[in-house]
């Protein structure tokens, strides 16, 4: 499952007592003070060193079970994803929370729900699956209000002529990859740096000491944006669309290989909340499609985008990877629409969990949408700062685009040696006589400038693009 900042865990004997309870207070406290003398946080085999070098010697497993009982007690903090995760002291999270206040504005019923959400678990109400919150939409809706949507159709539209679906995001495709693989995995307790996250997408070089799941992760995101992006005239809300990219972003990270791109026949649970999703799998696909129709219903791209992230991470209808489907399925009207996308760069973690556990626990949108609206008001800033810089595509390339993609591929993966006879040929047969020559030049010129940055865009991986490049040295 999702792994959040802080995780709930209960340990129980074949009788059904609480573990806890066993322990004493004094076993825990050496843990405690050392987790406390590393405010940054300390991994499990820094503390093992730390606490042997204080006379503690403890097995992993039973520190383990040591450090749940700490964090179900809010007296530490776990954060990250396997070999990743760390240990941190309380301090930590005010730290992050007062970082996070300075950075978004909330309005002041975000407020309230990050007050709610912050507090012990023990002390919020527990909660199943309300279908009538998602019943209930349009009459409580929209999520967006007509001022919001605007100020987001006015800062997000770099193209006021029509253009084919999925312009704008091809033009910012090389950083659109690097950003949104890396933030979204940031999100999920990936601990890849944006730069680590870039050398991976454009040379594929895995960073150092990092676990294969972690890796495994951003190349599925890259996968699934590229998807998302080449699909643009055919993607929407439905279950092609979905499934498929939870089948890409889910592919050798799940258990059961099976359960890739299917609705989920188990019931699963949220670490950090007291949320129960729906467990009954009929059920589950009956809200699954009533969510797809109702997204597909809705004429704003912008509303569609915030509904999806909201009700996609609130039903959780696959066995993992919830979020990140959400994440992704907000940016399919972006892209159809050639709006800027959202990256989710620069949203800090904290704030974006607890947007996400008021919809979880309270039905409410009104955190989740302050961290939205600002996150895409950050997307906007990076790929859209200068309106002037991206021009106006070229009508004979935007015509031919897909023919492109393919020579360039063709000469690519099976480069015949004479370059410049393969494109004449393969042109004369596919290319009106008018436009021949100018796309003969075009060809050529985007196989002098092909680089690992930008293989992307003829869906080409690292080793192909090395493998050509290693023929025509």
Known sequence: MSVYLRHK???TTGKGKIVAKQILEQELI?????IAASP????ISELEAGLASMGYIINRRTLLRRLTILAEQNRIIASGVLKGRIYLPPQAL???????ESLIPLSEAGNEIRRYVSQPIQRREPTGYHRDFLLSYPENGPYLDDATRKHLHLIGRAHHDPVPAGTMARQVMGRLLIDLS??????????YSLLETERLISFGEAAEGKDALETQMILNHKQAIEFLVESAEEINFNRYSVLNIHAILSDNLLPNPEACGRLRQIAVGIGGSVYTPLSTPQLLDEYFKRALDTAAAISDPFEQAFFALVHLSYLQPFEDVNKRVARLAANIPLVKHNLCPLSFIDVPKRSYVEGILGVYELNRIELLRDVFVWGYERSVKRYLSSRGELGEPDPFRMKYRALLTEIIREVVLQDHGDVQTQVATWTEAHIPEEGRQRFIALVHAELKGLHGGNIARFRLRPTEFEAWKGLNR
């Open 40 to 43: 940054k946080g300390v991994s």
């Open 182 to 191: 890396w933030a979204s995995s940031y999100l999920e307790g990936n601990t």
């Open 30 to 34: 050496p843990i405690e003070r050392q």
């Open 94 to 100: 005010a730290t992050e929370t007062a970082n996070d």
């Open 9 to 11: 865990c209960t340990l």
